[in-house]
């Protein structure tokens, strides 16, 4: 019995050193942006520029990062996947999404979840794949950095994630904005470091400048982070907006607009519900602009299926 006890304790104690050892060098390797920073790739060329009467397209995209198809869910929406089904899966996906986006006639396209060089994506650099489609102007800002997320099991790894804007038009320049984060002490050391990429492009005809952010905000924190984000958000955009300048600012709110609840019910509470934006928290003379008569979206607790009415 003393035999056991020892050893029982040497192995509790071995665990609690690995623990406390790999707190110690996610917080030594712990990605620090600062508040505001240039995006961490920008790619600037000689293109077409922005004028005050042109009429610009523009289309938000959550890829997530080629991994979530129609064989897929993922752990945190109620599934129990924490990778793609396969590098061949995450490969025909990327393959789907750059054929639309290298035909599509967009003007600027707003682009989540793209990943660097993730465990998850077998180190795939989705944004040299993007970047060579077109030529374009573009830029790239990291929400998520860590060398090892310890969590689920099996733990998702080496994290390299972010946002990328693309653009047939020059922009002066692409800048990271830290969003505040609802992860404390150790947790946040593993977690997701959101920010918002903002784009600005000259317009020929104005003194005044076209600004252009691109978000993904907080999904699975209980609502108070990404109310603190969108805050933040429209915060930065009511400044642009007094400045004189145009904004628009799209991307994965992971939050529903007003009367889409309604138009799309879930149906049940065992799944991850976002919460709703609503009109009230935009400034005076301000709109979402959203197309409830077609879902884009669908729930991530199990495969897809068409014929499922909670699909």
């Known amino acids: 019995m003393k035999r056991f006890l020892k050893i029982t304790a040497a192995v509790i104690g071995f665990m609690a050193a690995l623990a406390v050892l790999l707190v110690v060098f996610l917080s030594a390797t712990e990605y620090r942006p600062q508040l505001s920073q240039p995006a961490d790739i920008s790619?600037?060329?000689?293109?077409?520029?922005l004028d005050i009467n042109d009429t610009i397209t523009v289309l938000s995209w959550n890829i997530g990062y080629g991994g979530l198809g129609k064989k897929s869910d993922f752990f945190m929406d109620g599934g129990e996947m924490v990778y793609p089904p396969s590098k061949e899966a995450v490969v025909k996906n990327i393959d789907g999404i750059t054929s639309f986006i290298k035909n599509g006639t967009s003007d600027i396209y707003l682009l989540q979840e793209v990943d660097k060089d993730s465990f998850r994506t077998d180190g795939m650099d989705q944004t040299e794949i993007l970047a060579d489609l077109k030529n374009f102007n573009f830029s790239?800002?990291?929400?998520?950095?860590?060398?090892?997320?310890?969590?689920?099991?099996?733990?998702?790894?080496?994290?390299?994630?972010?946002?990328?804007t693309m653009s047939e038009y020059t922009s002066d320049e692409g800048v990271r904005i830290s969003l505040p984060s609802p992860?404390?002490?150790?947790?946040?050391?593993?977690?997701?470091?959101r920010c918002l990429l903002v784009n600005r492009f000259p317009l020929e005809g104005s003194d005044n400048e076209l600004v252009i952010v691109n978000l993904h905000l907080e999904?699975?924190?209980?609502?108070?982070?990404?109310?603190?984000?969108?805050?933040?958000?429209?915060?930065?955009?009511?400044?642009?907006?007094?400045?004189?300048?145009?904004?628009?600012?799209?991307g994965d709110f992971?939050?529903?607009?007003?009367?889409?609840?309604?138009?799309?019910?879930?149906?049940?509470?065992?799944?991850?519900?976002?919460?709703?934006?609503?009109?009230?928290?935009?400034?005076d003379g301000w709109s979402f602009a959203y197309d409830s008569s077609n879902p884009t979206c669908r729930l991530l607790n199990k495969p897809y299926d068409s014929n499922d009415a909670l699909a």
């Open 43 to 49: 790619h600037v060329i000689t293109s077409g520029k």
């Open 254 to 283: 992971n939050q529903m607009f007003p009367d889409t609840l309604d138009a799309y019910p879930i149906g049940e509470d065992s799944v991850w519900i976002p919460g709703t934006l609503e009109t009230e928290v935009l400034p």
């Open 183 to 193: 992860f404390s002490w150790p947790v946040s050391t593993a977690n997701l470091k």
């Open 140 to 164: 790239y800002a990291r929400n998520y950095k860590c060398s090892f997320v310890p969590f689920p099991l099996p733990p998702l790894g080496r994290m390299d994630s972010g946002i990328m």
């Open 219 to 250: 999904a699975y924190d209980g609502g108070d982070g990404s109310a603190k984000q969108a805050e933040a958000l429209f915060e930065l955009l009511r400044t642009e907006y007094e400045k004189g300048n145009y904004v628009i600012a799209g």
